[in-house]
Every structure is written in structure tokens, then in C-alpha cells.
T-cell receptor, first 111, second 114 residues
Framework: DQQVKQNSPSLSVQEGRISILNCDYTNSMFDYFLWYKKYPAEGPTFLISISSIKDKNEDGRFTVFLNKSAKHLSLHIVPSQPGDSAVYFCAASANNNDMRFGAGTRLTVKP | DAGVIQSPRHEVTEMGQEVTLRCKPISGHDYLFWYRQTMMRGLELLIYFNNNVPIDDSGMPEDRFSAKMPNASFSTLKIQPSEPRDSAVYFC????????????FGPGTRLLVL
């Protein structure tokens, strides 16, 4: 069962514009959400996270928004840079180590 | 620190053969995770260990899969017999305590079963 869903397999954005990656989840017990970034031939690396007690967390160009009522979170990257081109995974956990990942969204930032 | 080390990086085998994937976690980390990545299902947690003890193996697809952690610096994921549907990228990750943010991933092993 896909408890974490990333319905857009790919996204293409022009350099300098905003990238918005979306993620939906079904398990209301999830209380911690993370975004991982993955380059080809490398393992995923942690990017940013948010606890369910917050609705926004910002780190430089990256902001994650959480809408608990809609069971939806999004990652905003602004301004987007070519080096941001990667696969982005959304993940969620219920206060333990059992993270559930989405299928990933491939972001391409065009110069 | 070299990070999480996985070997081999690529494995091509024939259906029915035994496959062994290896992982060396970051020194000092007491949690080790095995994930499988496929196009259809993304990253799936297969099993994780705490202090070398398997804690949750509910993600292991079937009895053909087994994982061991004989010591704090080494773990194996074995598939016997392998099937074409096992073709995927297998990641190992390690972390210190329960902090998901510091779950460091290895580069993965790309497995192709013909």
C-alpha cells in the first residue's frame, strides 16, 4: 500500500523560477515528514524536514509546507538552479524509524 | 569518514542464482536499514537493525530474502533464489539513534536478474 504518494513523476522548470514538488499521504499517524534529494548513482541525501506541529519550515531556498487537514505537503525551491536537478523523495514516519517513501519526482531545471 | 559503503555497486545474475549484497555502516551508528528502490514503488524499507538485532523485517518481500548483521560494521542482504522481479537498486542506510534526519544512505547496489 502506498501510504506516501508523489503523483508527478517528473517536473521541468526554468532556472530562476519556483519549483513546487507535491506529496500526499494517507496515514494520519504520520507526524514527521522529510524530503530527500537523489543524484544519479548516489544514495538519497536528507534535504529538509517538518514536524506535524508546524505548517512551514524554511532553509535557504527550500521551504516545506504541511497541510495536515489535506494530508498534503509540498517542497518549494526558489529560485531554482540547474544543480537542483535530481530526484526528490518525500518520506513520512510515525515517531519511529519506519520511514515510508514516495516514488519520487524527477526535477529538471533548465538553464 | 567514508560514509556508508555498499558492494557490489552493480550485479548482473541469472534467475535462480543466489545474490549477496553487502553493507558497511558508518562507524558509531547503531541503526542499519535496507531499502529497495523500484520505478513503481519508489523506496521501500525492507528491514532494519538496532545494535545488530533485526527489529522490523515486515518489509521483506518473501522468504527468498534474508538479512544478517553479524557485527556492528557489516550487514548482508541475501536473495536466494533470485528472480527477475527482484531487479532494483538496493540501498543500505545507517543512523545514530532515532533521528531520521541523520539517516545516511550508501550509493546503492543496482541488481539485474536476467
Amino acid at each position: 500500500d502506498q501510504q506516501v504518494k508523489q503523483n508527478s513523476p517528473s517536473l521541468s522548470v526554468q532556472e530562476g523560477r519556483i519549483s513546487i514538488l507535491n506529496c500526499d499521504y494517507t496515514n494520519s499517524m504520520f507526524d514527521y515528514f522529510l524530503w530527500y534529494k537523489k543524484y544519479p548513482a548516489e544514495g538519497p541525501t536528507f534535504l529538509i524536514s517538518i514536524s506535524s506541529i508546524k505548517d512551514k519550515n524554511e532553509d535557504g531556498r527550500f521551504t516545506v509546507f504541511l497541510n495536515k487537514s489535506a494530508k498534503h505537503l509540498s517542497l518549494h525551491i526558489v529560485p531554482s538552479q540547474p544543480g537542483d536537478s535530481a530526484v526528490y523523495f518525500c518520506a513520512a514516519s510515525a515517531n519511529n524509524n519506519d520511514m515510508r517513501f514516495g516514488a519520487g519526482t524527477r526535477l529538471t531545471v533548465k538553464p | 569518514d567514508a560514509g556508508v559503503i555498499q558492494s557490489p555497486r552493480h550485479e548482473v545474475t541469472e534467475m535462480g542464482q543466489e545474490v549477496t549484497l553487502r553493507c558497511k555502516p558508518i562507524s558509531g551508528h547503531d541503526y542499519l536499514f535496507w531499502y529497495r528502490q523500484t520505478m513503481m514503488r519508489g523506496l521501500e524499507l525492507l528491514i532494519y537493525f538496532n545494535n545488530n538485532v533485526p527489529i522490523d523485517d515486515s518489509g521483506m518481500p518473501e522468504d527468498r530474502f534474508s538479512a544478517k548483521m553479524p557485527n556492528a560494521s557489516f550487514s548482508t542482504l541475501k536473495i536466494q533464489p533470485s528472480e527477475p522481479r527482484d531487479s532494483a537498486v538496493y540501498f543500505c542506510a545507517s543512523s545514530f539513534l532515532h533521528n531520521q534526519e541523520t539517516q545516511y544512505f550508501g550509493p546503492g547496489t543496482r541488481l539485474l536478474v536476467l
